[in-house]
């Protein structure tokens, strides 16, 4: 693809999100009750931006990119030529059903590549809508929706792609991951987990509690990067939970279940789900639910409960009081998607910096490294590889070709045999 179809695809594709916009709000209001601004704020936006900041780079980002040679090639001309893979498969989650299908499509299409889009099929509306737009602007040789459960995805994993492209739960990641295995394609893994908020060492619990709350309760919990459980000193904690409805209260009023801005569980699989990890804990604060919603919620879970094992992905808070930072470590075990620290301290900063690996991490605040697209977004371990978000997404859809361009005029005679004792001290000066 020419830099002027990637660019008029991207221009044409933000068009048809302006011009969809109150319908995209509908349909995820539809699937998972978010509210016009955490709409804007979490998808529609977030799309937006990455496509003008594409499109603003493209130019430069498709340049071949020179790079210095070695003695053994002199002289000579080395270049990195950026070249699509060709048809990739974008395959998203329900939880941001339309940013994290058309985030990763906006770096498909800025690297040149065609796509096959797979939905999640538990977001209905949003899928409907995808289906629309896309077809509003690609031809179906070039950006395909599939639809449909488990076993069309099983079914796409069956055929051959140039890339793959997967963002859901980390079970679902090893699947991928073997089904590509089969072609040799090489994937982009974004996957969830347990991702920790550690509270220590800071005199303001309530800047700790009103972030927390934030980036817990955003989506009712049902984020990749929402922080999963609280670790905090037993002095702090009573003061952290007093904050933390402040917060709630401030954020969704006094009753959370009927705030219009209080987003609701995707299905009553999980709703049940979230219910019954709250069973084995003592609850601290919330624990209420209706039909579709389930309150901001504190617990104190029991040792080896459900709830310290698997992802949450609710609105439900586990705190656990520790007494030293080193002790993080025994609730840390699978490399987090994302860390998020309180501390006024250099000492407890440098320490989980540089003793805990993360996919990414937030000091002072949750979730905003995903927002700072010069980062790059993605996982460690079983949390994911790869990582996307502006430039970062063009070089993930884009094979480097390595191109060297040799002189004529001069060639190193040594290289060459017949062997002899001479030619091979002469090597030895530029191979050591
Ligand atoms: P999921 O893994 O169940 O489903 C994701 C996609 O995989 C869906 O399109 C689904 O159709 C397909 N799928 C499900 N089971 C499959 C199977 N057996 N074989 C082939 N395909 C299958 O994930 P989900 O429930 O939709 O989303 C929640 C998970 O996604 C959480 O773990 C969350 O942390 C993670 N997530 C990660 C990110 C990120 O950016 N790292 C973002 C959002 C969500």
Redesign the pocket.
């Known amino acids: 693809m020419t830099y002027q179809e990637r660019i008029s695809y991207l221009k044409r594709l933000k068009e048809v999100i302006l011009k969809y916009e109150l319908d995209i709000k509908e349909a995820l209001y539809l699937d998972l009750g978010k509210s016009s601004q955490e709409s804007y704020i979490t998808e529609i936006g977030l799309v937006l931006s990455e496509i003008t900041y594409h499109m603003k780079h493209l130019k430069k980002w498709m340049k071949p990119k020179r790079v210095k040679n070695t003695l053994a090639v002199f002289p000579a001309k080395s270049f990195l030529v950026p070249e699509p893979f060709g048809k990739v498969l974008i395959?998203?989650?329900?939880?941001?059903p339309f940013q994290?299908i058309f985030n990763p499509l906006v770096g498909a299409i800025s690297a040149g590549n065609k796509a096959v889009l797979?939905?999640?099929?538990?977001a209905v509306n949003t899928e409907k809508l995808i289906v629309k737009l896309i077809k509003e602007v690609f031809s179906e040789d070039l950006v395909e929706v599939v639809t449909?459960?488990?076993e069309?995805?099983?079914e796409l994993?069956n055929q051959r792609f140039d890339y793959i492209f997967?963002?859901?739960?980390?079970?679902?990641?090893k699947?991928?991951m073997r089904?590509a295995s089969n072609n040799l394609t090489p994937v982009t893994?974004?996957?969830?987990?347990k991702s920790p908020a550690i509270v220590m060492d800071t005199k303001d619990i309530k800047h700790a509690a009103y972030k927390i709350a934030f980036g817990k309760l955003i989506n009712a919990g049902?984020?990749?990067?929402a922080p999963d459980y609280v670790l905090i000193r037993e002095k702090d904690k009573p003061s952290f939970i007093e904050y933390y409805k402040e917060a709630v209260t401030k954020y969704y009023g006094s009753n959370p279940l009927e705030s219009n801005d209080y987003p609701k569980i995707?299905n009553n699989r999980?709703h049940q789900r979230l219910l019954s990890l709250v069973k084995e804990t003592t609850i601290l604060y919330g624990g209420t639910s209706n039909e579709f919603k389930i309150a901001p919620t504190i617990v104190e879970p029991k040792i080896n409960s459900k709830i310290m094992v698997e992802?949450i992905?609710g609105p439900i808070l586990p705190i656990i009081t520790i007494n030293q930072i080193e002790e993080i470590k025994d609730y840390i075990q699978e490399k987090p998607?994302a860390t998020y620290l309180f501390t006024e301290s250099k000492k407890i900063e440098d320490y989980v910096i540089n003793n805990i690996s993360t996919?990414g991490m937030t000091i002072n605040d949750t979730l905003m490294h995903f927002s700072n697209h010069h980062l790059g977004?993605?996982?460690v371990g079983h949390?994911?590889m790869g990582k996307y978000h502006g430039k970062h997404s063009f070089d993930t859809f884009t094979h480097f070709k390595p191109v060297l361009k040799k002189s004529k005029h001069f060639d190193v005679p040594a290289k060459y045999l017949p062997s002899s004792d001479k030619k091979e001290r002469f090597i030895k000066h530029i191979l050591k």
């Open positions: 395959i998203g989650p329900w939880n941001y994290l797979k939905p999640s099929e538990l449909g459960g488990v069309v995805t099983q994993l997967f963002t859901g739960s980390t079970n679902v990641g699947i991928i089904a893994l974004e996957l969830g987990g049902q984020t990749c990067i995707i999980h992802e992905f998607l996919g977004f993605g996982g949390s994911g």
